[in-house]
């Protein structure tokens, strides 16, 4: 028996309609299943996963990939929904503590 290696999953997104910061969530998220090279060209993102998980795989971690680059852009969408109300709350709390109340 000799090494068997999984073949690389390619994924691209427009840089037009995806953040890159989003993708490199994703990317993190998958340390220790698979590894993710994201490279732009030609106004696109590549991403090349390589499994390091025999069990996951093709379409199975194209599929994981993308739920978790879904789930970091709508985190991102609720964060930057959120970053004014987030501001007065922290501003709310440190001027009562600056008021000794």
Same mark, same amino acid.
């Given at each position: 028996? #000799?090494?068997?290696?999984? =073949?690389?999953? $390619? ?5 037009? &309609?995806?953040?890159? #910061?989003? %993708?490199?969530? @994703?990317? *993190?998220? %998958?340390?220790?299943? @698979? &590894? ?6 030609? #106004?696109? *993102?590549?991403?090349?996963?390589? =499994?390091?998980?025999?069990?996951? /795989?093709?379409?199975? %971690?194209?599929? /994981?990939?993308?739920?978790? $680059? &879904? ?7 609720? !964060?930057?929904?959120?970053?004014? %109300?987030?501001?007065?709350? $922290?501003?709310?709390?440190?001027? !009562?503590?600056?008021? #000794?109340?």
């Amino acid at each position: 028996m #000799g090494n068997f290696s999984m =073949p690389d999953v $390619v994924v691209d997104f427009s840089v037009s &309609t995806q953040s890159l #910061g989003a %993708l490199q969530e @994703a990317a *993190y998220r %998958l340390i220790g299943q @698979a &590894t993710c090279q994201i490279d732009q060209a030609d #106004g696109r *993102y590549v991403c090349r996963l390589s =499994p390091s998980q025999p069990q996951l /795989h093709g379409a199975e %971690l194209r599929s /994981h990939f993308l739920n978790l $680059v &879904t789930d970091e852009n709508l985190r991102e969408k609720v !964060s930057r929904e959120t970053d004014r %109300l987030r501001d007065v709350i $922290v501003a709310l709390a440190f001027g !009562s503590l600056a008021d #000794g109340d």
